[in-house]
């Protein structure tokens, strides 16, 4: 995979023992070479990690000029230690690039309630210093670098032409299990080389998280450490984006984190399908989205599309019971395609051949229809499996 890296960033990834696995890179340092324009959406647990606050503290701003993040401890639910350690790591992170401590941001995750180990910390900052560089290898190390249970990296980018300047979108995250963000474990840096403004970038931010970061769930757990960053290191040259030119960009925007978002419940621990749920015809987008997000976490509704079956019942019911006012005369649904109930009525189908599209396939699809409304959404999430349980069983242990 070939991609195109936003000018004016530089990236490293170490292995300083953070994790069990002493060859597996568990810190990642971001630098830009110049003040940057930064934005941040977090998650709205009243139990955050350090990191959150701090974060939420330095965003938005157009002078950030580090981010660091380590993965395999999460620094929450620390008490006072826990919000120094993330203070001396973005002390540290800002000393790498010259900066000043307030303009660095921090973000980890892993296991909640375990205290950092700063000389493993500070050693990994120091390494991935002399190890900076912009290009390919380095991004994707970085990508690596704050992965937990996640089976690979993720990343997403895109390039548009705007003004007669190539403009550059890219990011990564990581996330497979506690995925239930309403920004509310899940972490995400976006960067691009377009010049924004401080409203603009966080405005668009906000835009384009819910539309993705928010539309995904695994079994709808939400983490303390959940953080969304966009950069905008404005290296691509020009005046900050305006007009029809920052509604090209919003678009971008949006489809890099889309595809993001979506390798998150697809790597779902355990995971055997990704499910894309369309709600439509609902009076507004808000009940459309209580609707799939609530089909999405029912138990019974992702143990059935793990086992291939189109248990109708279990999807129309969790549609009922979504707090969400419609008439359940006009509920229709589809799955893979198939109609299997209509007007509030099951219809014919062939089970079996749906059950064998369901299998046969990673993603499955499904569609309902509440009325004659113009609200719609659209979510993802995963299958529930016994891997998951196994997994999450023996996560401490």
């Known amino acids: 995979m070939t991609m195109n890296i936003p000018?004016?960033?530089?990236?490293?990834?170490?292995?300083?023992?953070?994790?069990?696995?002493?060859?597996?890179?568990?810190?990642?340092?971001?630098?830009?070479?110049?003040?940057?324009?930064?934005?941040?959406?977090?998650?709205?647990?009243?139990?955050?990690?350090?990191?959150?606050?701090?974060?939420?503290?330095?965003?938005?701003?157009?002078?950030?000029?580090?981010?660091?993040?380590?993965?395999?401890?999460?620094?929450?639910?620390?008490?006072?230690?826990?919000?120094?350690?993330?203070?001396?790591?973005?002390?540290?992170?800002?000393?790498?690039?010259?900066?000043?401590?307030?303009?660095?941001?921090?973000?980890?995750?892993?296991?909640?309630?375990?205290?950092?180990?700063?000389d493993k910390i500070a050693a990994g900052i120091r390494a991935a210093t002399d190890r900076l560089s912009g290009d390919e290898a380095s991004f994707l190390a970085a990508a690596r670098g704050i992965t937990t249970t996640d089976k690979s990296h993720k990343?997403?980018?895109?390039?548009?032409?705007?003004?007669?300047?190539?403009?550059?979108?890219?990011?990564?995250?990581?996330?497979?299990?506690?995925?239930?963000?309403?920004?509310?474990?899940?972490?995400?840096?976006?960067?691009?080389?377009?010049?924004?403004?401080?409203?603009?970038?966080?405005?668009?931010?906000?835009?384009?998280?819910?539309?993705?970061?928010?539309?995904?769930s695994v079994e709808g757990h939400m983490s303390t450490n959940d953080t969304v960053l966009l950069m905008a290191s404005g290296a691509a040259g020009g005046a900050p984006l305006a007009g029809a030119d920052l509604d090209a960009f919003r678009v971008v925007l949006r489809d890099v984190c889309i595809e993001l978002a979506k390798q998150i419940p697809d790597d779902g621990e355990g995971a055997t399908h990704l499910i894309a749920i369309d709600v439509q015809g609902a009076a507004t987008r808000d009940d459309a989205f209580r609707v799939a997000k609530t089909v999405a976490e029912s138990a019974l509704v992702k143990t059935a599309i793990a086992g291939g079956d189109p248990n109708w019942g279990r999807i129309v019911s969790a549609a009922g019971y979504a707090g969400v006012p419609f008439d359940p005369c006009c509920l229709s649904l589809q799955v893979n395609g198939t109609l299997l109930y209509q007007d509030g009525t099951p219809v014919p189908f062939d089970a079996a051949a749906v059950s064998r599209s369901m299998r046969s396939q990673r993603d499955t699809h499904v569609l309902l229809t509440l009325g004659p409304g113009d609200g719609s959404v659209r979510f993802w999430t995963s299958d529930l499996t016994v891997d998951y349980v196994k997994f999450n069983a023996d996560y401490r242990t």
């Open 7 to 118: 000018l004016g960033f530089r990236f490293a990834a170490v292995a300083c023992g953070i994790k069990a696995d002493p060859t597996r890179e568990d810190l990642t340092l971001i630098v830009t070479d110049q003040p940057a324009v930064a934005a941040g959406v977090y998650t709205t647990n009243l139990v955050c990690a350090a990191p959150v606050t701090i974060d939420r503290q330095r965003t938005p701003s157009d002078r950030v000029r580090a981010v660091v993040v380590n993965s395999g401890n999460a620094n929450a639910c620390t008490g006072q230690r826990g919000m120094q350690d993330a203070q001396t790591m973005s002390q540290l992170a800002a000393t790498a690039c010259g900066a000043g401590p307030d303009q660095a941001l921090v973000m980890s995750t892993g296991i909640i309630g375990v205290f950092l180990p700063m």
């Open 155 to 216: 990343v997403a980018a895109r390039t548009l032409e705007l003004g007669g300047q190539t403009i550059r979108i890219a990011g990564m995250c990581k996330g497979a299990g506690m995925i239930g963000p309403r920004m509310a474990t899940m972490l995400a840096v976006v960067m691009t080389d377009a010049a924004l403004s401080m409203p603009d970038a966080h405005a668009s931010l906000v835009a384009a998280v819910d539309d993705s970061f928010h539309c995904i």
